[in-house]
């Protein structure tokens, strides 16, 4: 059921360690119950992701908790990524060497994989200390800018919305259904917490609806108009596949065009 209580996104509390491992654990078992449930026909099916398939995502996840459960390993595949393909950013040439190493892997080794490392990897997260968490790391992305560069926001806010905005990814490609809950609410509004801080509307009530959703305002001051949307529609905008998001609006006229044109980095 959608939170009826209304946020500040900018007073939200950033998310803890201990929290993330709960929500990471909870998305981990979706991920692994919905992948399990497919065959050779989905997995080749494309998917949000430009090029990628759904086995090409499936190596992807993989490839991602294979390098938190072990920094040393993301280090090396990091480096081997830049040499092998130099002419793309950093971050996706890390993706296409995850799909390179783990592509021939058959669906259901993926998933077994998967079921292994992902546990080690949410403990490994959840155990890097405070000193380590505040490291500044976007001099090893220089062409991905984020809205924090600590190593905190990479774990705690990225990590956990990249796996579920893949979940959805897989299950818009496969025809499969979204299972969403109130641990999916808590990445929803962490999520919230980005498009806040470069907000250029007006300040505006933001409601997403869905078993995920809530209201939040964002912008400085009192809201001058409302936005509703769908959830996970308004998500997928966020993360630039849908550029048409359905949106709902009464108040002032700009609010509708800042929600529409809003973009983060998923």
């Given at each position: 059921?959608?939170?009826?209580?209304?946020?500040?996104?900018?007073?939200m509390?950033?998310?803890?360690?201990?929290?993330?491992?709960?929500?990471?654990?909870?998305?981990?078992?979706?991920?692994?119950?919905?992948?399990?449930?497919?065959?050779?026909?989905?997995?080749?099916?494309p998917?949000?992701?430009?090029?990628?398939?759904?086995?090409?995502?499936?190596?992807?996840?993989?490839?991602?908790?294979?390098?938190?459960?072990?920094?040393?390993?993301?280090?090396?595949?990091?480096?081997?990524?830049?040499?092998?393909?130099?002419?793309?950013?950093?971050?996706?040439a890390?993706?296409?060497?995850?799909?390179?190493d783990?592509?021939?892997?058959?669906?259901?080794?993926?998933?077994?994989?998967?079921?292994?490392?992902?546990?080690?990897?949410?403990?490994?997260?959840?155990?890097v200390?405070?000193?380590?968490?505040?490291q500044?790391?976007?001099?090893?992305?220089p062409?991905?800018?984020?809205?924090?560069?600590?190593?905190?926001?990479?774990?705690?806010?990225?990590?956990?919305?990249?796996?579920?905005?893949?979940?959805?990814?897989?299950a818009?490609?496969?025809?499969?259904?979204?299972?969403?809950?109130?641990?999916?609410?808590?990445?929803?509004?962490?999520?919230?917490?980005?498009?806040?801080?470069?907000?250029d509307?007006?300040?505006?009530?933001?409601?997403?609806?869905?078993?995920?959703?809530?209201?939040?305002?964002?912008?400085?001051?009192?809201?001058?108009?409302?936005?509703r949307?769908?959830?996970?529609?308004?998500?997928?905008?966020?993360?630039?596949?849908?550029?048409n998001?359905a949106l709902?609006?009464?108040?002032?006229?700009?609010a509708?065009?800042?929600?529409?044109?809003?973009?983060?980095?998923?």
């Amino acid at each position: 059921m959608m939170q009826t209580a209304t946020t500040d996104a900018a007073e939200m509390a950033p998310i803890t360690p201990g929290q993330v491992a709960e929500v990471a654990t909870a998305e981990l078992e979706a991920s692994i119950e919905l992948l399990s449930d497919l065959d050779d026909r989905d997995r080749a099916a494309p998917t949000d992701c430009a090029g990628w398939t759904v086995h090409d995502l499936t190596a992807h996840l993989v490839g991602q908790y294979q390098g938190l459960a072990k920094p040393s390993v993301h280090l090396r595949h990091h480096h081997r990524a830049h040499v092998r393909y130099p002419a793309l950013s950093r971050l996706d040439a890390d993706h296409r060497q995850q799909i390179d190493d783990l592509g021939g892997r058959t669906g259901p080794e993926l998933v077994v994989m998967l079921a292994a490392v992902g546990p080690k990897a949410i403990r490994a997260r959840r155990r890097v200390p405070g000193l380590v968490r505040r490291q500044r790391i976007g001099w090893m992305y220089p062409g991905e800018p984020l809205p924090d560069d600590r190593l905190s926001y990479v774990l705690d806010v990225l990590g956990l919305r990249d796996a579920w905005m893949h979940r959805i990814d897989i299950a818009r490609a496969t025809g499969r259904p979204l299972a969403l809950g109130s641990r999916d609410g808590v990445i929803v509004a962490q999520v919230i917490t980005d498009p806040d801080r470069a907000w250029d509307g007006p300040p505006t009530l933001l409601e997403l609806t869905g078993p995920a959703g809530g209201r939040w305002t964002v912008g400085l001051g009192t809201p001058t108009a409302t936005i509703r949307a769908d959830t996970v529609d308004y998500l997928r905008a966020l993360s630039g596949r849908n550029d048409n998001p359905a949106l709902q609006a009464d108040g002032d006229s700009a609010a509708a065009a800042a929600a529409a044109a809003a973009r983060i980095a998923f």
